[in-house]
């Protein structure tokens, strides 16, 4: 049984991986994987530019900037994911990549008011909003959540 022999094969697969990875390391708040991943990554997807991974990257990268304050770097990353997006118009990546920023933001509150932050988590709310105007996904939550449960508690 081979499951994959070549190189480029396995290539598909690292990507998302190494951006999972990444997301871990800004958790950790880890600076020195977070930039070793993102010089990784990026040398990646220049050999293999997919677009669902270049868009989930460049949110990846507006955390971390977030995570060190510079907010209107981390606001210009999500501008840069939005172009992507636009172009793959892959809705599970940007829906989980907004979620895990705005999450994220929960997580690690600015110390006092900032309306860049404000601004920053406002446009990512937005996003967020238009893509369940769109597919309706808090609409369709709670049916998969009691799906899952159900199938959870019958094993």
């Known amino acids: 049984y081979r499951l994959l022999d070549e190189e480029d094969d396995m290539e598909s697969f690292r990507i998302p991986l190494m951006i999972s990875e990444l997301l871990l390391y800004i958790h950790e708040a880890d600076s020195v994987r977070v930039e070793k991943s993102i010089q990784e990554i990026s040398r990646s997807l220049e050999h293999k530019p ?90 369709h939550k709670e049916a998969c959540s009691s799906l899952i449960r159900r199938l959870l508690l019958s094993v």
């Open 50 to 139: 997919y677009l669902r991974e270049i868009c989930r990257f460049h949110y990846m990268q507006g955390m971390w900037h977030y995570r060190q304050g510079r907010i209107r770097e981390a606001s210009a990353a999500v501008d840069d994911a939005l172009e992507i997006y636009s172009q793959s118009g892959f809705v599970p990546h940007i829906l989980l990549s907004v979620r895990q920023f705005l999450y994220y933001i929960e997580l690690h509150p600015p110390a006092e008011a900032d309306k860049a932050v404000s601004g920053l988590r406002s446009k990512l709310l937005s996003i967020f909003q238009d893509l369940d105007d769109r597919h309706h996904y808090n609409s």
